[in-house]
């Protein structure tokens, strides 16, 4: 099961924040991570990206192409359910933009044949949608990768790009 963060210290290397931006699907295995994080071994200054891979004894490794994939059609459902329920405008563009980026995560990965697929599968196996849990982790994902692109962008610009 992997976790993946985004912590943030102190000029101390004290952890000031940590947000699970991908989920294990397992409570226990995310709050455990951000706890890591605390201890004086992963101390650093500034910000850190990164992920945490646990194995759980009996249990097969889940990050497996497939998982992933499928967590990726999940979460474009997810998206495209926010778009056309949403409440707001603002409800509505967000769910546009999450189902825009795990379209073209879906897209890079996979034939159309095995996103027709992994649709059907998934539409099977969750006719419901995703989580509450699960669609916060994916929209954390989807703000994560904007703001490392507003990072990239700040760069480019400052180098007269």
């Known amino acids: 099961m992997r976790v993946y963060y985004h912590a943030e210290y102190d000029a101390d290397g004290i952890l000031t924040k940590c947000v699970i ?5 397992y409570p226990e295995l995310d709050s455990t991570t951000c706890a890591i994080m605390k201890r004086p071994g992963f101390r650093t200054v500034g910000s850190r990206e990164s992920s945490v891979t646990w194995k759980i004894p009996g249990t097969p490794v889940s ?11 999940l979460c474009l459902l997810g998206g495209a359910a926010v778009f056309a329920n949403g ?3 603002e409800v509505q563009q967000s769910g546009r933009a999450m189902s825009m980026y795990y379209l073209g995560r879906v897209e890079a990965e996979m034939s159309e044949a095995e996103m027709t697929n992994t649709l059907e599968k998934v ?3 969750t006719p419901a949608g995703p989580s509450q849990s699960k669609l916060l982790s994916c929209a954390l994902e989807v703000k994560s990768a904007g703001e490392r692109l507003k990072v990239l962008g700040t760069q480019l610009k400052a180098e007269g790009h």
Do not use: L
Request: aromatic share 0%; net charge negative.
């Open 21 to 25: 931006t991908k989920s294990s699907g």
């Open 63 to 73: 990050d497996a192409p497939t998982d992933k994939a499928t967590s990726d059609v």
């Open 87 to 89: 409440h707001t405008a």
């Open 123 to 125: 539409a099977q196996t």
